[in-house]
C-alpha cells in the first residue's frame, strides 16, 4: 500500500534562519506531488506542485522553493524565513487529474 | 479553471442528514467533482468523486444534476465526529486548487 510521509511534525524557527521539509511517498512511482500551506481557519493554498523528477511549478511567488530529487520525494525550501512564512505545511500525493490525493500529517511551522 | 462556491458554515444535530451544496459554474467537460473532510491539524481526507448523477459509498453521497454546475454531498444520520471542514473541488488538470470549504458543526 502507498504512504506518505512528512516531517518534522512541528518546528520552531527565527526569522531570517533556513527551512528544509521533506515529504517522501512510498508504493507507488511517478507521484504528482504537492506542497500546501494553510493559515489558521482557512483553506490550503497550493504553493508547489511536481508531475516528475526536476519539474516543478510555482503557484505563489515567495521566499520559498521546491525540489524533487528523487521521483518520490519533495522538498520545500526557504534561504530566510519570514514572519509570514507560518502556518501547517501539507505534502499530498496522487496518481494524476481526477484522482484521490492523500495528504501527509502536516508541520506545524512557528517562525519567531 | 472551474472555482468552487460554498457555504462556509453550517450546523445540524445529531442524527440528521446534512447536505451541502457547492457550485461550479464553470466546470469542463472533463472535469470530476471531488469532495474532502479536513480535521483540525490534520490533512484533508478523500470522501467522494463523482461526475454526473448519484454516486454512493459507505459514508456519503453524491448528487450532480445534468447540467453540472453544482453538486451536493450529503451525509447520512451524522454524529459530533462529523463536525470538520468540507471541501468540494473541481479537478481537471494537475494543480488541484482548494476553496475555502465548508465549516460544518453538529450539535449533540
Known amino acids: 500500500s502507498q504512504t506518505i510521509h512528512q516531517w518534522p511534525a512541528t518546528l520552531v524557527q527565527p526569522v531570517g534562519s533556513p527551512l528544509s521539509l521533506e515529504c517522501t511517498v512510498e508504493?507507488?512511482?511517478?507521484?504528482?506531488l504537492y506542497w500546501y500551506r494553510q493559515a489558521a481557519g482557512r483553506g490550503l493554498q497550493l504553493l508547489f506542485y511536481s508531475v516528475g523528477i526536476g519539474q516543478i511549478s510555482s503557484e505563489v511567488p515567495q521566499n520559498l522553493s521546491a525540489s524533487r530529487p528523487q521521483d518520490r520525494q519533495f522538498i520545500l525550501s526557504s534561504k530566510k524565513l519570514l514572519l509570514s512564512d507560518s502556518g501547517f505545511y501539507l505534502c499530498?500525493?496522487?496518481?494524476?487529474?481526477?484522482?484521490?490525493?492523500?495528504f501527509g500529517q502536516g508541520t506545524r511551522l512557528t517562525v519567531v | 479553471l472551474a472555482k468552487t462556491t460554498q457555504p462556509i458554515s453550517m450546523d445540524s444535530y445529531e442524527g440528521q442528514e446534512v447536505n451541502i451544496t457547492c457550485s461550479h459554474n464553470?466546470?469542463?467537460?472533463?472535469?470530476?467533482i471531488t469532495w474532502y473532510q479536513q480535521f483540525p491539524s490534520q490533512g484533508p481526507r478523500f470522501i467522494i468523486q463523482g461526475y454526473k448523477t448519484k454516486v454512493t459509498n459507505e459514508v456519503a453521497s453524491l448528487f450532480i444534476p445534468a447540467d453540472r454546475k453544482s453538486s451536493t454531498l450529503s451525509l447520512p444520520r451524522v454524529s459530533l465526529s462529523d463536525t470538520a471542514v468540507y471541501y468540494c473541488l473541481v479537478d481537471s488538470n494537475y494543480q488541484l486548487i482548494w476553496g475555502a470549504g465548508t465549516k460544518l458543526i453538529i450539535k449533540p
Open positions: 499530498a500525493w496522487r496518481k494524476g487529474p481526477n484522482t484521490e490525493a492523500f
Open positions: 508504493g507507488t512511482s511517478n507521484p504528482n
Open positions: 464553470n466546470i469542463a467537460t472533463n472535469d470530476y
